[in-house]
């Protein structure tokens, strides 16, 4: 069957699954137990997903008072002090990123910054540092020094207010190197915290590349709209720019394809989506991409995590082998991965082609495999943040739609980059210079066409054709034809 048809009737389908609820969760846990998920961990899940989460809902409506008790009344998480609301200059924001990977959560993050910088610009809302700084543990106001903060100038309601982000997140600590880019993140949580949590906060926020729920605290409308009418208007527009979609949205993550395919027709991206639909966008130069897509992470200094890894002194590329960590595939192997045989090809060429660079393989052991002829061998060796810190000194990294990219982009890094199911157009950061494209010269483009696409071509095909179709020698005139201020990416 053709490509077309077969989105064609997925979008059918997808259209009557947002019609029903019910219908919605029930596939997403019989997706869960037929793609690998664990008998063991499928009964708790479903059993949470059907039962827990709308019983905790319950009980936080109830016991209020005792759940603000334990909660407040000691520290929560792993990092000093209380949560505390008690200033009506700040706007507490609850951001649930929820089981996002790894990509998708820094796409989050990048649209936190962004939200907090266009606050400041616009409306004067301090952007200072958000993290206890007072005895109490309260953070509002906070300038660099410790003290009250004024606020930047400004002449709207925003006027020396403050943003105060609390984010949660699967795994908290995988991602504190990261969230350190964003002076207005108070603390990252536990996701469990989060259902017994969000009442507190003046907005509950559920994002990571969609918007998934943006909910005022009735409680805190007064404020919002005295303080913080600026904040209001965004909520308003994800609401009202987000609706044509909204159904799609409602059955992420089998509709991720039409999603993607329905942004990348407004002349957005997944890089971009968030700002827009906010009414934060804000037309970048092409020279100007790479700051504007930059965090700042905590990262090692290049001197100490090439030393710890006896790289010091070297040229290296990187490259990784591997696919989204929540998806486990029967077979072991993905859609989306590049063929063993042909990676350990492009690793050939790479030595004959830049032979003063050594080539190191990153990744977990979770996905993906060993490339033969690598000539440093990392993959379960590292933290993410060790991963990082090897990406900003590396002087090329090579990988497919994984979420070492979006790491690799945020700190400015070239990048080549290999697509076939998913969709390039929304994916890829291709406004970059230093950012390389390489798309299937037959077929891709089948994300989420069908529940098993990541492990069986949507099409039938025993060996999907759109990986298989990118040949080593095309990467590394790809790479070679790469021109950056009059040089190529990697100096021969």
């Keep these: 069957m053709q490509l077309e048809k077969i989105k064609s009737i997925r979008k059918s389908e997808i259209e009557k699954l947002a019609a029903s609820p019910i219908k919605r969760k029930l596939k997403k846990i019989v997706y869960l137990l037929k793609y690998g998920m664990p008998f063991a961990k499928f009964i708790k899940y479903a059993f949470s997903y059907l ?15 005792a759940i603000k008790k334990e909660y407040f009344g000691k520290t929560i998480g792993d990092a000093g002090g209380k949560l505390v609301f008690n200033s009506s200059d700040s706007c507490y924001i609850a951001v649930n990123i929820g089981n996002a990977g790894i990509g998708d959560a820094i796409v989050a993050i990048r649209f936190l ?19 206890n700084c007072g005895k109490d543990g309260n953070s509002s106001n906070c300038g660099k020094d410790g003290k009250t903060g004024k606020g930047d100038k400004g002449d709207k309601g925003d006027k020396g207010c403050q943003i105060v982000f609390d984010v949660f997140y699967r795994s908290p600590y995988s991602i504190k190197f990261i969230t350190a880019a964003l002076p207005n993140v108070r603390r990252v949580l536990n996701l469990p915290d989060y259902a ?28 919002l709209f005295k303080k913080f009418p600026s904040v209001l208007k965004i909520i308003e527009n994800i609401k009202t720019n987000q609706s044509p979609i909204e159904q799609y ?26 700002n827009s639909i906010a009414g934060i966008g804000i037309a970048v130069p092409a020279d100007a991409a790479t700051k504007a ?16 890894f006896n790289l010091k002194g070297k040229k290296f590329i990187t490259v990784h082998d591997g696919w989204d960590e929540n998806t486990k595939t029967k077979t072991g192997s993905s859609t989306k991965s590049y063929p063993h045989e042909k990676w350990s090809e492009l690793v050939t ?7 003063d660079y050594i080539t190191v393989q990153l990744g977990g052991l979770g996905n993906g495999s060993d490339i033969e002829g690598i000539d440093l061998n990392l993959r379960g060796k590292t933290t993410l943040k060790e991963a990082a810190s090897l990406l900003a000194a590396s002087s090329l990294h090579i990988d497919t739609d994984s979420g070492l990219v979006h790491i690799a982009v945020s700190l400015g890094t070239p990048c080549a980059v290999l697509f076939g199911p ?29 529940d098993d696409w990541m492990e069986t071509c949507p099409r039938g095909l025993n060996v999907p054709e759109c990986m298989n179709s990118i040949e080593p020698i095309d990467i590394i005139k790809s790479i070679n034809g790469k021109i ?9």
């Design 51 to 65: 039962f827990i989460i709308p019983i905790a809902k319950i009980k936080t409506d109830l016991k209020s008072k």
């Design 113 to 131: 910054r962004d939200l907090t910088v266009f606050l400041s610009r616009e409306n004067g809302v301090n952007n200072s540092k958000a993290v």
């Design 196 to 223: 017994l949590l969000r009442k507190f906060y003046d907005i509950d926020l559920r994002l990571n590349t969609f918007f998934i729920k943006e909910e005022i605290n009735e409680l805190s409308r007064d404020k």
């Design 249 to 274: 949205i409602k059955t992420r993550p089998f509709s991720e394809g039409i999603l993607s395919d329905a942004v990348t027709a407004m002349g957005l991206s997944r890089a971009s989506y968030l």
């Design 293 to 308: 897509l930059k965090l700042d992470i905590d990262i090692y200094s290049a001197s100490d995590i090439t030393a710890k």
């Design 349 to 355: 060429l790479l030595k004959q082609e830049f032979p």
């Design 422 to 450: 998913t969709n390039a157009a929304y994916c890829s950061y291709s406004q970059l210079s230093n950012y390389i494209a390489i798309t299937p010269q037959l077929c891709g483009n089948c994300w989420w066409s069908t």
């Design 484 to 492: 950056i201020n009059g040089m190529q990416i990697l100096n021969k």
